[in-house]
T-cell receptor
């Protein structure tokens, strides 16, 4: 398996622009997670899905952030409008269900820079 | 509530020396515990995990960790550090039971010098 795939790997945009990050989880995994990593706040869980349904979005910072999972093989995280404080590395992870150990498999991340 | 505390945000060792990265947790239920490693500009990679059974867990790259319930600890060790071990290490907890959410520690950056 190719692992969790994220695109783009790097994104540079200007304040006020819309940004869309994409994730393809490992086939067969029922859980999908979006994380944000910054020096100041470390790793933060933004939202996670189970079987394409959002389960916990309490980590989404504000209404500018939205996430969707239209099918089992694709998810997006959108920021609109973007602000400089959104600059971070965004990770997507997926996890199988039923193994009883809840290991998460991480993608390589998208480094977002908002100017 | 569940939480993870990693003692020491930075640890520096000499090549060949023992590596010890400390992790303590708080959980109201028996936890699943994980150590992840993050190399520069990369995603997180699982080093090892504790679910049930043997409390001494061996992982990749010669790392191991011991689950000590009485001490609520899950420290990561490696007998002999290698330059390639320089990375950031994260301890994480999942309470399981259908609540599939990892709680991460703040991370420990390991530096290995010649």
């Amino acid at each position: 398996d190719a692992g969790v795939i994220q695109s783009p790997r790097h994104e540079v945009t200007e304040m006020g622009q819309e940004v869309t990050l994409r994730c393809k989880p490992i086939s067969g995994h029922d859980y999908l997670f979006w994380y944000r990593q910054t020096m100041m706040r470390g790793l933060e869980l933004l939202i996670y899905f189970n079987n394409n349904v959002p389960i916990d979005d309490s980590g989404m910072p504000e209404d500018r952030f939205s996430a969707k999972m239209p099918n089992a093989s694709f998810s997006t995280l959108k920021i609109q409008p973007s602000e400089p404080r959104d600059s971070a590395v965004y990770f997507c992870a997926s996890s199988p269900w039923g193994l009883g150990d809840y290991e998460q498999f991480f993608g390589p991340g998208t480094r977002l820079t908002v100017l | 509530a569940q939480s993870v505390t990693q003692l020491g945000s930075h640890v520096s060792v000499s090549e060949g020396a023992l590596v010890l990265l400390r992790c303590n947790y708080s959980s109201s239920v028996p936890p699943y515990l994980f150590w992840y490693v993050q190399y520069p500009n990369q995603g997180l990679q699982l080093l090892l995990k504790y679910t049930t059974g043997a409390t001494l867990v061996k992982g990749i790259n010669g790392f191991e960790a011991e689950f000590k319930k009485s001490e609520t600890s899950f420290h990561l060790t490696k007998p002999s550090a290698h330059m390639s071990d320089a990375a950031e290490y994260f301890c994480a907890l999942n309470r399981g039971g259908g609540y599939n959410k990892l709680i991460f520690g703040a991370g420990t950056r390991l530096a290995v010098h010649p």
